[in-house]
């Protein structure tokens, strides 16, 4: 059931690579288009069944029941795809059961980012807004899309395809890029799991591409500028696939190096123009990773060509994007200091976007020195990836990036104070979590492949029952996450994820009119920038049964 990506064991040292393997079933590719049409029609079945759920979101007990509407259609869902999973693993269908396994995978991906998605739609029902309105990123991104489609040019330091995908879609359905923000991130959100999904297929079989790639990514899906983080979910397989072509490449035909790299340079120079903020973060890593498993002796001159070939198509996708990044690197500054510049600076076991959130004290109180037990357990997880499997290309790539990110991070944490500006630095949080989470997942993945060939073990690790359990507990934990993800984005009065919806039901839309159910409120719509709009905020704030939840109208005779 849980078979893993065909990576050999190094026969010597890290520096001495294993030729790729001979035993492999070949892929087949209609197999992995299946694989995404499913796991995109799985998000998109969630939010068209979300459009279905007719509740009033500025009404707390309409939020939970639309929530709660939504887990009912999920559950329904998994409830057919675990039958299927049962039916095929019946002796009579047993050929089918690695296609059905492999199907149930790919939809638990989209299912999840698809239930995200759907509670957006269900927070923002009524509204055509997206999230937050005309305020912030939001309205930024807009207004430069317009501008781009006014003057036919944007900044070049920042990443442009976000913007130019904006524009080109406004040019084409007619429609104002301020009501294009809503369906672009309802839209992006539901393909956070597809995407993850299909990225990690590029080094996992289904299972384990479910585990390794979209369960630790669930922390960093982030629907309101859903292309950022979705981009380093996607780049690290991607770099991580072409650092084991390189450790490779003496033993790979010329064919096998050059249209490789030229696949890997598009790829990430695709990436690199959607969100370019993670390559700052990992490209020490990746240096030090590339140096330690570069062929030195078994075939450099291929290793070198992957890199020259790898590099050349990056750098001919993204030169404009690159360049001005680089040009600008020296004078812009970035004064954005929220509320996680003011945390201590070790801090990385949750990334709660750079948005307003109520957190309690922060970090939170921890057990042992002020550090808390999730700490604890990845770094137990890290350490075990690193004692289990050191010398594989994942965990060395992925121990590379974690320390460059590390040094990073403190490097332009120190600089605040003379420079008056935050770089980002906050966000290598979600990178590092993220590596943290992979480097535990990694553990287990190789503890795995340690019993291959202990029969007993084989035999328990691949049994139908293992699978059918692993998949009932990965349906629940998508489940819950989901809905917890959701319930954060839903329309409150505090200081929390809740404000970006109640901006949008709360600012009057581009035809001049409130939102459908802004009248529950009683305090009306304003444009941006009205006072009244943060007077309202407050009011409704302390008129709250609970600290920012909005209220539940009772009927006159209830």
């Known amino acids: 059931m849980l078979s893993t990506a065909p990576e050999q064991p190094p026969r010597t040292s890290p520096e001495h690579p294993p030729p790729p ?69 019946r002796v009579r269908w047993a050929a089918h059961a690695p296609t059905a396994r492999r199907l149930t995978a790919a939809a638990a991906a989209g299912l999840f980012s698809g239930l995200v998605a759907g509670a957006i739609l269900i927070a923002l029902r009524g509204t055509s807004w997206g999230l937050f309105a005309n305020y912030g990123d939001a309205g930024t991104l807009s207004d430069w899309a317009q501008a781009l489609i006014d003057t036919g040019t944007m900044k070049d330091d920042y990443p442009p395809a976000w913007i130019h995908l904006t524009a080109w879609l406004s040019q084409l359905t007619d429609t104002a890029p301020d009501n294009l923000l809503k369906p672009l991130q309802i839209v992006g959100t539901a393909l956070f799991g597809p995407v993850a999904y299909l990225a990690w297929r590029l080094l996992l079989s289904p299972m384990w591409a479910l585990a390794l790639g979209v369960l630790p990514a669930i922390v960093l899906i982030e629907p309101y500028k859903p292309y950022t983080t979705i981009m380093l979910v996607v780049m690290v397989p991607v770099l991580l696939a072409l650092l084991r072509r390189l450790r490779r490449a003496g033993d790979t035909t010329w064919r096998g190096i050059v249209l490789p790299a030229l696949g890997f340079g598009l790829a990430l120079g695709v990436i690199f123009l959607i969100y370019s903020g993670w390559f700052v973060w ?59 510049t003011w945390t201590e600076p070790t801090y990385i076991a949750m990334w709660r976007t750079d948005l307003p959130g109520t957190t309690g004290p922060w970090p939170p109180p921890g057990e042992i020195g002020g550090v808390g037990l999730f700490t604890i357990f990845a770094l137990i997880g890290l350490a075990t990836a690193i004692a289990v499997a050191r010398s594989r290309t994942i965990v060395i790539t992925l121990t590379c990036v974690f320390a460059g990110a590390w040094l990073l991070r403190f490097h332009f944490g120190s600089q605040m104070y003379a420079a008056d500006a935050v770089q980002l630095y906050p966000r290598s949080t979600a990178e590092l979590l993220y590596c943290l989470l992979l480097l ?54 505090d200081n929390s994820l809740g404000v970006l919806a109640l901006a949008s039901h709360l600012t009057r839309q581009t035809d001049g009119n409130c939102a459908a159910y802004a009248h529950t409120l009683g305090k009306g719509c304003f444009t941006k920038n009205d006072p009244r709009y943060h007077e309202s905020l407050l009011e409704l704030a302390e008129l709250s049964p609970k600290r920012g939840e909005l209220p539940h109208p009772r009927s006159e005779d209830g």
């Open 21 to 89: 393997p001979t035993t492999a079933q070949p892929r087949r590719g209609w197999l992995f288009a299946a694989e995404a049409v499913v796991s995109v029609a799985a998000a998109a079945l969630m939010v068209l069944l979300a459009r279905r759920i007719e509740v009033n979101p500025l009404d707390r007990i309409g939020q939970i029941s639309g929530l709660a509407g939504l887990q009912l259609r999920y559950a329904l869902i998994v409830l057919v795809l675990l039958i299927l999973v049962v039916i095929t693993a």
């Open 282 to 340: 990992s490209a020490p890593g990746v240096v030090v990773a590339a140096l330690v498993l570069f062929p030195w002796r078994t075939g450099w001159a291929k290793g070198l060509t992957l890199i020259a070939i790898t590099a050349a198509a990056f750098v001919a996708v993204s030169y404009r994007h690159l360049f001005g990044l680089l040009d600008a690197s020296g004078s812009v500054k970035d004064r954005y200091f929220y509320w996680d």
């Open 440 to 493: 535990t997942g990694f553990a287990a993945y190789y503890g795995v492949r340690r019993f291959d060939t202990v029969t007993r073990a084989r035999a328990a690790l691949t049994s139908p029952s293992l699978g059918l359990g692993a998949l009932v507990a990965v349906f629940l934990l998508l489940a819950s996450a989901g809905s917890s993800i959701g319930d954060r984005y839903m329309p409150r009065a």
